[in-house]
């Protein structure tokens, strides 16, 4: 069992930024790749960046140049960082993890960003 908690969330104008955190515990030696997703109202639930535990990452197109994702494994979590962000950057970011058993991954509770003025 993996368990992940978020934070880092809030409200900020366009053009601000914020830094998520997640943090793991548990079986965190069986962890393949993290990542962040974003569910606006009303949409569904989709990929905004990930990270596997060589350091490679991958982006949604709307996010690549403003937001980064990163780790620090001596803490267990991984970040987000966001700059420039917009109004439609507005949703509830997920954690996700990803075990290298095959279907085996864990999500967050997820914690929100308004971007509004």
């Known amino acids: 069992q993996v368990q992940l908690v978020e934070s880092g969330g809030g409200l900020v104008q366009p053009g601000g930024s914020l830094r998520l955190s997640c943090a793991a515990s548990?079986?965190?030696?069986?962890?393949?790749?993290m990542a962040w997703y974003r569910q606006a109202p009303g949409k569904q639930r989709g990929l905004v960046a990930g990270?596997?535990?060589?350091?490679?990452?991958k982006y949604t197109d709307s996010v690549k140049g403003r937001f980064t994702i990163s780790r620090d494994n001596a803490k267990n979590t991984v970040y987000l960082q966001m700059n420039s962000l917009k109004p439609e950057d507005t949703a509830v970011y997920y954690c996700?993890?990803?075990?290298?058993?095959?279907?085996?991954?864990?999500w967050g509770k997820g914690t929100p960003v308004t971007v509004s003025s």
């Open positions: 996700n993890a990803v075990t290298a058993t095959i279907g085996e991954d864990y």
């Open positions: 548990g079986n965190i030696d069986s962890l393949y790749a």
């Open positions: 990270i596997t535990m060589t350091n490679n990452t």
